[in-house]
């Protein structure tokens, strides 16, 4: 967890966003701390600014009621114009960050957690790690965009990159989608035949100077365009 309280508005957005899909594939509830981290995403950042901002116009209107010029008619006091919480963010109890950590702990203690899930929610370093025959893999999906696509979610372990194939059907061969060294990848390939959803299946090798190595990953799935 950042320090600074900005660092850690960030942290929280991301928190926020991956949680569910995480929480789904480890059997979890996250719905308390999702809300939990909403609130504080909008406490530490829109509210706190316009709070610091409130504050420094205060200063400034004292200064110069002790020591500006006469001759204007006019001085109202500051106002302070606080922001309302988005929409579906509400307050919660005391204790917000207190929960999540606990969360946290849950998540790594839970069966099927894997580092892939912890790099996403940024519980551990992307860069975490012994030894590892294969990259880890999730996948996501990307509905709603002008055209489906996938988000392929990666641990390398301190490789320099991996190194992604996909097929479309098990009876099809492999073929090379790209090398990547950042994750998420997102796969924008249009489906083969459009308006017509698909199955794709992925797998991944770590790649360093300019060549593949270590084992293929488990082959991961999913459905696109439906």
């Known amino acids: 967890m950042p320090k600074r309280l900005n660092e850690q508005v960030v942290w929280l957005n991301n928190f926020a966003n991956q949680v569910d899909d995480v929480a789904a594939e480890l059997n979890l509830d ?20 316009a709070q610091r901002s409130f504050s420094k116009a ?19 006091l500051p106002v ?4 309302e919480p988005p929409p579906g963010v509400v307050a919660v109890r005391f204790g917000a960050m207190r929960r999540i950590t606990k969360f946290v702990q849950e998540v790594k203690q839970a069966p099927g957690y894997t580092t ?11 860069d975490y790690v012994p030894e590892h025959a ?11 965009a002008e055209r489906p696509g996938v988000n392929i979610y990666f641990t390398k372990f301190g490789h320099y990159a991996v190194a992604v194939e996909s097929r479309r059907g098990a009876e099809e061969p492999w073929e090379p989608v790209t090398i990547c060294t950042d994750s998420p990848y997102l796969d924008e390939r249009p489906l ?17 100077r300019g060549v593949t190595n270590g084992e293929f990953s488990n082959v991961s799935r999913i459905a696109v365009g439906t």
């Not at 996250?30 to 600014?49: I, N």
């Not at 892939?116 to 992307?126: A, E, N, P």
């Open 116 to 126: 892939v899930l912890g790099v996403r929610l940024r519980i551990i370093g992307s």
């Open 30 to 49: 996250a719905a308390g701390v999702k809300a939990d981290a909403l609130w504080l995403v909008f406490v530490q950042g829109a509210w706190r600014a």
């Open 58 to 76: 205060s200063t400034a209107y004292l200064a110069e009621l002790h020591e500006g010029r006469d001759d204007t008619v006019d001085n109202p």
């Open 80 to 83: 302070a114009m606080l922001p």
């Open 192 to 208: 083969r035949v459009p308006g017509q959803p698909e199955m794709r299946e992925y797998r991944l090798r770590f790649w360093d």
């Open 134 to 144: 294969a990259p880890e893999v999730s996948l996501g999906r990307m509905d709603g």
